[in-house]
């Protein structure tokens, strides 16, 4: 059976498995089979159905969700871990981590009662913490999502987690948090408190492995300035900072398709939509899928185009006690106004980016006419018949006139650019 499988693996390498065409009467074939295998000795069966097992699962995982047959191979082949296929589909660069066996299998699990919380897997390098798990109920698997997950390490530093999906959270290291052999998971499950800690090894030796490149190259539009700085590739995610002139005399909200290719083949794509946050009040940086285990010999950094304003376009001015928009950046925003006895609600029809994505364009600080600074501190997005609505919450203030400005800081106004950057 292991040469069988490593040949299947050998000719879907050498094929583009991504275009697999499955059999119409492929139903046929498969019950077929299982009418042959019923008038078959129980007892060879019983010896034979593990490794028939593997190859009905490997076959499950690359036709059902085009991945890699050899990461189907890999986790099929690891009792418990087959939920984590469906769990990082969409991440080629998780993919290829496990696949090159970056995972550490850890299997630490903590019961109480009938519930039971294993952790059954990390990736871990320099970047973040991916952490896989799984609960039981009654003997029973669930798919349920943890309360308030935080790692801590053994200097009681910690990082806290967020859920891409039942089984998985993702937890990204901050530069004051130190990787320490054992860190511990402290987490709740079906609410507070936050009372089950399970500790899990570190294998500090995989944990260092990076590329960086440094670009110190531009981009320019509109006689604006765009400045790559670095590119560092960790084996779960990439790293991309950028930073904005000065003098530019445009808003730049983001980039249209952003992403890495080798030339020809893409893979950079960001991973679950633009994931970004911001370094100072000109840098960005955009975490990206990685192909640190593609090795490839030529890196570039392409996009489409740019989203961007001019600057003195970038902002929303709104009289509240006429309840109408007095200037934006065009007439695609629109605007009906809700008053209520002590507040405002602002809810704006907005546009909506080429790939569907809900975003909420307002700063959550605003000015009035006289220039005194208020927040909002309730910001909503809303999705009806195929509109995008986004509510701007503003209590009522006797300091506060009628008039004001919101700072715009996403908006999908597409300068159409093609973008090529060498990286490598």
Not at 168 to 192: K, N, R
Not at 380 to 393: C, H, I, L
């Amino acid at each position: 059976m292991p040469e069988k499988v490593e040949l299947m693996l050998k000719d879907y390498k050498d094929s583009d498995y991504d275009n697999i065409t499955i059999p119409t009467n492929i139903n046929h074939f498969i019950e077929k089979g299982i009418k042959q295998k019923k008038v078959e000795n129980k007892k060879k069966w019983r010896k034979r159905m593990p490794s028939i097992a593997a190859c009905i699962l490997f076959l499950l995982l690359i036709t059902a969700i085009r991945i890699s047959p050899a990461f189907a191979n890999y986790l099929s082949h690891i009792p418990g871990l087959e939920y984590i296929v469906k769990i990082v589909r969409f991440d080629k660069g998780l993919q290829l981590a496990i696949e090159n066996k970056y995972i550490q299998p850890i299997g630490a699990s903590l019961t109480r009662g009938n519930t039971t919380l294993t952790v059954d897997s990390i990736i871990v390098d320099e970047s973040r913490i991916v952490l896989f798990y799984s609960v039981q109920q009654n003997g029973k698997t669930e798919e349920t999502f943890l309360h308030s997950p935080i790692i801590r390490n053994q200097d009681g530093e910690e990082i806290s987690g967020r859920h891409g999906n039942p089984g998985m959270i993702d937890f990204g290291i901050t530069p004051d948090f130190h990787l320490s052999s054992t860190v511990t998971l402290e987490t709740a499950i079906y609410g507070p408190p936050s009372s089950w800690k399970i500790d899990i090894p570190v294998d500090l030796d995989k944990v260092h492995l990076k590329d960086m490149y440094v670009v110190n190259d531009s981009i320019t539009f509109n006689n604006d300035r765009i400045n790559i700085k670095q590119f560092v590739m960790y084996p779960t995610m990439a790293e991309l900072d950028i930073e904005f002139h000065e003098g530019n005399k445009y808003e730049i909200f983001g980039f249209k398709n952003l992403r890495i290719t080798d030339g020809k083949k893409e893979w950079g794509h960001i991973s679950n939509g633009t994931f970004s946050y911001i370094l100072s009040d000109n840098s960005i940086r955009y975490n990206m899928q990685s192909g640190f285990f593609t090795y490839p010999q030529k890196l570039f950094l392409e996009a489409d185009g740019i989203y961007a304003l001019k600057k003195e376009e970038a902002e929303v001015v709104v009289d509240l006690q006429n309840k109408k928009i007095l200037r934006a950046p065009d007439d695609r925003l629109e605007l009906e106004v809700v008053e209520e006895d002590n507040h405002f609600w602002l809810k704006f029809r907005v546009p909506v980016y080429d790939d569907g994505r809900q975003y909420f364009p307002f700063r959550s600080r605003f000015e009035d006419s006289k220039g005194r600074v208020f927040e909002s501190n309730t910001l909503r997005v809303t999705e009806y018949e195929g509109n995008v609505y986004n509510y701007y919450y503003i209590r009522k203030n006797p300091l506060m006139d009628n008039i004001i400005t919101v700072k715009i800081i996403h908006y999908p106004n597409l300068i159409e650019k093609p973008i090529k950057v060498r990286i490598k």
